[in-house]
């Protein structure tokens, strides 16, 4: 059936407009890495995103709320690399951890080691200032531990590392002193400190029982 153009307009006017959502965000995440939390404005996330600074207000409620969203974000991408390497059952549990940090300093390694871990660079600047992220913060780590936990779990019950820690206490260290070696990593702009810390945690923690 044709359609006339006052037809045209009435469908046109009632479809609902994109989302800029999306956009927003992926615009945000880029900021953030670039000049953290309390440097990055709205005015500079919705100019990069190229959207009006009115469709940021539409969608957050804050710049706070923004960040938590910004903070799950990346988050997803992190499950994905914990996945990729902890799921791998083709490795023992003790090469699936090593595996891990060695895909997350490759990734490193290809933004010229200056950008590190938005979660621990969030943690370091605004979980003082807001108690919203770092409440964020708090439950994606408890969220983060948990597979690192099982696997090291794992590892102990195989006997392939020592059982003289809970599973917890471990990933919780490993997942800590990474962020550290991360941070020292930003201020040398090499993989140095990263490296040191694999070195070091595989020879002691986490060596492997013979």
Not at 57 to 79: G, I, P, Q
Not at 89 to 118: F, K, Q, V, W
Not at 191 to 204: D, H, M, S, W, Y
């Amino acid at each position: 059936m044709a359609l006339d153009n006052n037809t045209y307009v009435r469908i046109i006017f009632l479809m609902p407009k994109p989302s800029l959502k999306d956009a927003i965000l992926d615009a945000g995440l880029k900021v953030m890495f670039r000049t953290g939390y309390h440097g990055t404005s709205v005015r500079d996330v919705t100019t990069a995103a190229g959207a009006p600074q009115g469709s940021f207000t539409n969608h957050f409620r804050s710049k706070e709320a923004f960040a938590s969203e910004v903070l799950d974000r990346y988050f997803e991408v992190t499950r994905g690399l914990v996945a990729e390497a902890l799921d791998d059952a083709s490795l023992t549990p003790r090469a699936r951890l090593r595996r891990y940090l060695d895909i997350i300093t490759g990734r490193l390694e290809a933004d010229g080691y200056g950008r590190g871990c938005l979660i621990g660079d969030l943690s370091l600047e605004a979980s003082g200032s807001s108690e919203l992220l770092r409440a964020r913060l708090g439950a994606i780590f408890a969220e983060w531990r948990s597979p690192f936990a099982a696997c090291i779990r794992d590892a102990q019950e195989s006997g392939e590392i020592a059982s003289d820690f809970e599973p917890e206490e471990l990933a919780d260290f490993l997942l800590a002193s990474w962020q550290g070696a991360i941070l020292r990593m930003k201020v040398d702009r090499n993989p140095k400190a990263l490296e040191r810390f694999k070195t070091i945690a595989f020879q002691t923690v986490f060596k492997e029982l013979t």
